[in-house]
């Protein structure tokens, strides 16, 4: 599976952002998609997942202000940001994941939040 991610970008606080991970090749087997990310000088950290039946489940520090959604049509996930902070700042890694197989990883998208 080859992820392709877009969207991200330099937003002052309080802002909004909206990433999109659009998957290709062997999607028919991919149930979870979704986001982490990795901020300078920090491990990282999983944000978000949503599975191809639109079940969702959200880190703490992003539930309230983060939405993902899904279009199995176009093989498509996409990370709605609101109301955002500096420490959001990272690159953003969308993933796929498949039965007994390694995940698929996005290229990654740098969201940098200036306070």
């Known amino acids: 599976v080859q992820l392709q991610a877009c969207g991200g970008g330099l937003v002052q606080a309080g802002g909004s952002l909206r990433l999109s991970c659009a998957a290709s090749g062997s999607v028919d087997s991919v149930n979870v998609m979704g986001w982490y990310r990795r901020a300078p000088g920090e491990s990282r950290e999983w944000v978000v997942d949503?599975?191809?039946?639109?079940?969702?489940v959200y880190a703490d520090s992003v539930k309230g202000r983060f939405t993902i959604s899904r279009d199995n049509a176009k093989n498509t996930v996409y990370l709605q940001m609101n109301s955002l902070k500096p420490e959001d700042t990272a690159v953003y890694y969308c993933?796929?994941?498949?039965?007994?197989?390694?995940?698929?990883w996005g290229q990654g998208t740098q969201v940098t939040v200036s306070s």
């Open positions: 993933y796929a994941a498949r039965p007994f197989m390694p995940l698929s």
């Open positions: 949503i599975t191809r039946d639109l079940r969702t």
